[in-house]
T-cell receptor
């Protein structure tokens, strides 16, 4: 399984952009990168995913390098409610379905 | 709104008893569901893949006789922690993929405390 590496923690000021990096140097050509976040004592929440093109939705933007060995999740205007653990995951296909193996994640603290 | 419902959200039980956790897909059918456990301040660990109509597939190191999984229908999977002990206390989370969607939907989790 492709593994991901993320910094254990990051800080961000409210209203500023939060840029969360992720290394996935062993990713295969057909493996997607997913980002989820988890707020304390809740189930993970889907944020965004991509294969090789940059992606944007109402929550965030995902920038994937051309060689696909790393990516960055961007929260354009972080709020206090964005404080959570963010997981960068490379999808494994098992039985025809997505199987997500979680790494350690990045604990993002947004402060006033 | 939630598309995967998990129940109960919290359970406290005595050592030696069994506890059943339910995971339901609300508006779609799921032939496969995934069960995770999470210890405090740790990441989610995949325990097993629940398969409708066949046996569950367990990850290495997970005791299948301890954690019984039954995928009773296309919208329901259950995890039973048998003869629970304090070391089984953990946060258990289920997830289900909706066919056609490229993402997993997660339940809200069950906090199990074994006294």
């Amino acid at each position: 399984d492709a593994k991901t590496t993320q910094p254990p923690s990051m800080d961000c000021a409210e209203g500023r952009a939060a840029n969360l990096p992720c290394n996935h140097s062993t990713i295969s050509g057909n493996e997607y990168v997913y980002w989820y976040r988890q707020i304390h004592s809740q189930g993970p929440q889907y944020i965004i995913h991509g294969l090789k093109n940059n992606e944007t939705n109402e929550m965030a933007s995902l920038i994937i390098t051309e060689d696909r060995k790393s990516s960055t999740l961007i929260l354009p205007h972080a709020t206090l409610r964005d404080t959570a653990v963010y997981y960068c995951i490379v999808r494994v296909v098992s039985g025809g379905y997505n199987k997500l193996i979680f790494g350690a994640g990045t604990r993002l603290a947004v402060h006033p | 709104g939630a598309v995967v419902s998990q129940h109960p959200s919290r359970v406290i039980c005595k050592s030696g008893t069994s506890v059943k956790i339910e995971c339901r897909s609300l508006d779609f059918q799921a032939t496969t569901m995934f069960w995770y456990r999470q210890f405090p301040k740790k990441s989610l660990m995949l325990m097993a893949t629940s398969n409708e109509g066949s046996k569950a597939t367990y990850e290495q190191g997970v005791e299948k006789d301890k954690f019984l999984i039954n995928h009773a229908s296309l919208t329901l999977s259950t995890l039973t922690v048998t003869s629970a002990h304090p070391e089984d206390s953990s946060f258990y989370i289920c997830s289900a993929p909706r066919q056609g969607a490229e993402k997993l939907f997660f339940g809200s989790g069950t906090q199990l405390s074994v006294l």
